[in-house]
């Protein structure tokens, strides 16, 4: 039986509810560059997203017509994609931080006819991925070129009277059209209609504690499928509070302002945020610390209150796997992690743990409407919800391939399933390679034990048909620089040696690593190395860097410097 997205939970449905009944209740809190922070209440929210529609009506474009979103997370952003909705068009947003060619690639293959530019770094080097002749509006916050440049948001909502009534989009409507990063090959566009998005909220907060009190930070690209669900649409479904963050370097202090009671994140950033608490005060005395009854409280509160977590009630990570013990880790902060899991495909919104540590090492249980099981002849995950895609954006063939002849999607992923029903992924079906000893190795698990490394930004684990293993290492940006005079190189050939073999004492003779290849220069989306959502593209490390594993393998060195 079909499960059907009830009206009033639909996007448009659910503005027009806030506008309504809490008019002047703050949805959005915006910082400024250095400037005054403004705040949006739904009604400001709602005259600006009503004069943006008109604006796009008048166009005179046919229903369904795509247009772009290429910015970071701001208030506008979210203004320029209910617009698009109420005008009743399809949005195409594109990640922050493409490379010209693929801005261009994905601009005409949706056949976009218009391009909101917002806040973006990197502005010059993405513009010539512009057609020619593309009309483009350009959002608050956007870069200086961009504001002389284009037509700008305030010009327009300034002489634009707003539009009027409550037009509303059907729940099989046409919502989005999500552009995967491309880790595999090229970006392929993911269709999904205002019931999927409907179902997987209402779904996913049975287990996500999303109020209308409740605050979020969004700083992960809206682009992306989680931040898109939980934070867009999970605002529509609940009318939370949602802060912006205005850059890395304010990052702190955008936590600190937002204090959000649901904070979800990537674990390379749950990692970071733990060295930064270490570098200020050592794991020992720390310990210590906590030990101590009358300073346990002292210490917790003190530790998250810096970080802005001290109102956190659910915390979150996906995108992979959480190390154990940077779960243990937090847990004696009074800070349970919970993990995530799914797919563009399916709205990101299939598995979820329910806190507390016996569930580490998994992704909990499906969600109520959710089905999984395991392919015996090779351990893929295959998952059936009821918000699957409608499919890739003219690709009927990838879509064909995306499923199975009964329904289900192909996830790509391996694993298991344990006896409280609770998934577990070990890695992927297509990562998996094979020594020259005959023995596979799956380097998902390898890799998340190397990152907890303080030097590592990034890693990938590879060597097939080599007698054991290697592993490629991007140092971070302090260590890069650390490696800059000889003392310091010193210190991190010392730590990561130790480290190594650490790790291979928790491995199988066969998974074992030979030797870590040390890089200093940055894996970026413009070298192609990693995906606008920092997935490290194994195909192009391999085109890159195959050449030279006998040499390193052969140097009998445990640490190899390289320079590309």
Known sequence: MAIIAKPESLALQRLYHWEKTTPERVALTQPQGGGPVVDYSFSELMNQVRRMAAHLQGLGLPPGSRIALLSKNTAHWLMADFAIWMAGYVSVPLYPTLAAGTIRQILEHSESKLLFVGKLDGWAGM?????????????????????????KWEDITAKTQPLAGQPVRAADDLCTIMYTSGTTGAPKGVMHTFGNFALAVQDGLKRVPLRQDGRMLSYLPLSHVVERTLVEHGLLATGMHVYFAESLDTFTADLQRARPTVFFSVPRLWVKF?????????????????????????????????????????????????????????????????????????????????????????VGRPYEQVQCRIDPANGEIQCKTPWTMLGYYKEPELTRQAMTDDGWLHTGDKGSVDAQGRLK???????????????????????????????????????????????????????????????????????????????????????????????????????????PTFKVKRNRVEDLFAKNYDSWVGSRKKIVWYRM
């Open 274 to 362: 733990q060295q930064g608490v270490q570098a200020k005060m050592p794991p020992k005395k720390m310990d210590l610390f906590l030990k101590l009854p009358i300073l346990n409280g002292v210490v917790k509160k003190k530790v998250l209150g810096a970080l802005g977590l001290q109102d956190c009630i659910f915390a979150a990570g996906g995108a992979a796997p959480m190390p154990l013990e940077l779960l243990r880790w937090y847990s004696r902060l009074g800070l349970r992690l919970a993990e995530g899991y799914g797919m563009t495909e399916n709205l990101g919104a299939t598995h979820i743990t329910e806190g507390g540590l016996d569930a580490a090492g998994t």
């Open 425 to 531: 992924i070990t890695g992927r079906v297509k990562d998996l390679f094979k020594t020259s000893k005959g023995k596979y190795v799956a380097p998902a698990p390898i890799e998340d034990k190397l990152v907890m490394n303080a030097a590592v930004e990034a890693c990938c684990v590879t060597g097939a048909n080599l007698g054991q293993p290697l592993a490629l290492l991007m140092l971070n940006a302090d260590a890069a620089k650390k490696a800059q005079d000889s003392a310091g190189k010193a210190e991190i050939e010392a730590s990561l040696t130790a480290h190594l073999a650490h790790v291979n004492e928790t491995l199988d003779p066969h998974e074992q690593l030979d030797c870590l290849v040390l890089m200093t220069e940055p894996w970026t989306v413009d070298n192609d190395l990693i995906t």
């Open 127 to 151: 513009k010539p991925g512009i057609p020619a002749g593309l009309p483009c509006v350009v959002l608050p916050l956007a870069p200086a070129d961009a504001l002389q440049s284009y037509t």
